[in-house]
């Protein structure tokens, strides 16, 4: 892991699995159990206990092995709690953040599905949705026993991300964007496909690998921008530079990449090399805030990196970004939007404060993220003086792009725990799986916006209809662009 990210350490098990326990603890173990996720029969998953007994949907208590001979409908997980005290953990309150933390510590694991887990955990947040609720499952915990003050302190220090300074200020937005970004290039090389691009893949007709969709991907991002040969092009928040080595390479332009990560920009340059596009491409560690006054592209993206701006900061995000968009210029959008809340104000304030919504990934994950709906990220874009031309959601491509990467981190679980760690393959297993399930259910979804800076006569460069977005590749079109 590397040393720039900076971590709250914890004790260096996972968990007691002690094999056997006495009846009481199992008893409350059950009760809390029940209170959490109804009667056993009912239920969408399976719990395994720290004495091998096994609650399965539509089945009676018994041991693993008398469920497995009883039982033929297998559910698509099982929830395995290690200890009465990391129940005891998990519970004490109940929380998205205390059940997330108990997954990352060890204290229970996920067997099976792990979308479907997520699943499961919207679903908690529904049933304890008042605190008379958490108070009675806080209470049943309360009984499970404890280990003693040290180890139980022990447990409960939490790895996760540290960041300091005022919110959003330019030293803090670099620090958090390098705790996510500097976990390894070679972590992440364990699951992205070959060009490393972390963002949201396209599957015209969804039986796509993943590096067949990433790159039509790049394509759909350059087509839409309608970039040309000699165009100067932008990439805000750069990556590991695979849109600007594509950009380059098959559409003839010279692109600028910028990110805050200096991993990210080391790679990508010899990336750019091994290309051979150093004439045409480059990447530069800086802030978007920092060109000189005046400086302007033929065409700007931004692909996954407005969330990490912050909801108040979004009309200077967009004010920058329209000026350095040449008059009649492009600016692409591409970024992750949330679903408009029915309980907007203070219910929505009060369930968050329950269910501490959102502390997990701003904890382990993306620290100071925030996402706002599709249509105040429109206002704030027009605001600023953009025009918008064009709007696409991708959110089902997000989900089965997050679905390739979560079986393909499973996958190379040996190798990615001896990179980074246990706890770490823990978080973003989790992560990225309940962000699957966020984008499959409509809580999230992922929005292209192609906004327009209007010259004096109010004029745009885009064509009248989309047709050339779809229209077949020119076979030579890239070889003559490389030529250029």
């Not at 958490?134 to 309360?142: G, L, T, W």
Request: aromatic residues 8%.
């Amino acid at each position: 892991m590397s040393a720039d990210r900076e971590w709250i350490s914890t004790s260096g098990t996972t968990s007691e699995r002690a094999p056997h326990s006495d009846e009481a603890a199992i008893e409350h173990a059950r009760a809390a159990m029940e209170m959490l996720l109804g009667p056993a029969a009912s239920r969408s998953c399976a719990v395994r206990y720290w004495d091998g007994s096994e609650e399965r949907p539509g089945a009676q208590l018994g041991t693993s092995a008398q469920q497995a001979a009883g039982s033929t409908a297998k559910p698509p997980f099982t929830l395995v709690i290690h200890s009465s005290s990391g129940l005891r953990r998990m519970l004490l309150p109940p929380s998205e953040l205390h059940l997330g933390e108990a997954y990352v510590r060890g204290d229970v694991d996920i067997e099976g599905d792990i979308e479907a887990a997520a699943g499961l955990a919207e679903q908690l947040r529904d049933r304890l949705g008042t605190p008379r609720e958490i108070a009675r499952i806080a209470a049943c915990a309360s009984h499970l026993p404890r280990e003693d003050s040290a180890h139980e302190e022990a447990h409960r220090r939490r790895e996760h991300l540290r960041v300091v300074g005022h919110k959003h200020s330019r030293r803090r937005d670099r620090e958090a964007v390098r705790s996510h970004y500097d976990v390894g290039n070679d972590f992440y090389s364990l699951w992205l496909d070959r060009s490393l691009v972390y963002s949201c893949a396209y599957f015209p007709d969804g039986s796509e690998d993943l590096d067949t969709a990433q790159r039509a991907k790049l394509d759909h991002l350059c087509r839409k921008l309608r970039l040309a040969p000699g165009e100067r092009l932008l990439d805000i928040g750069c990556g590991w530079g695979g849109l600007i080595r594509h950009a380059a390479a098959n559409y003839g332009v010279e692109a600028l990449g910028i990110t805050l990560s200096e991993h990210q920009a080391a790679l990508a340059r010899e990336k750019i090399r091994a290309d051979g596009l150093e004439r045409r491409c480059r990447v530069e560690v800086r802030d978007y805030r920092d060109f000189p006054p005046g400086t302007t592209f033929d065409k700007v993206v931004s692909v996954g990196m407005f969330e990490h701006v912050g909801r108040a900061k979004l009309p200077n995000y967009f004010r920058q970004a329209a000026r350095l968009t040449k008059p009649g210029g492009l600016f692409l959008n591409h970024g992750i939007v949330r679903a408009r809340d029915r309980d907007e104000g203070w219910r929505r304030w009060l369930r968050r404060a329950l269910w501490s919504e959102g502390k997990f990934i701003d904890r382990y994950v993306f620290p100071d993220g925030e996402l706002v709906p599709l249509d105040e990220a429109v206002r704030d874009a027009e605001g600023a003086g953009l025009e918008t031309r064009d709007v696409e959601t991708l959110r089902d491509h997000y989900a089965l792009t997050l679905r390739q990467w979560v079986r393909r981190l499973e996958g190379a679980r040996d190798a990615a725990e001896k990179m980074v760690g246990s706890q770490a393959y823990r978080v973003w297993r989790l992560y990225m799986a309940a962000s699957a399930y966020a984008f499959a259910s409509g809580k999230l979804s992922l929005a292209q916006v192609l906004l327009g800076r209007p010259d004096e006569h109010g004029h745009v460069e885009i064509p009248r209809s989309r047709a050339d977005i779809y229209a077949p590749a020119d076979a030579g079109a890239a070889a003559q662009h490389a030529a250029a």
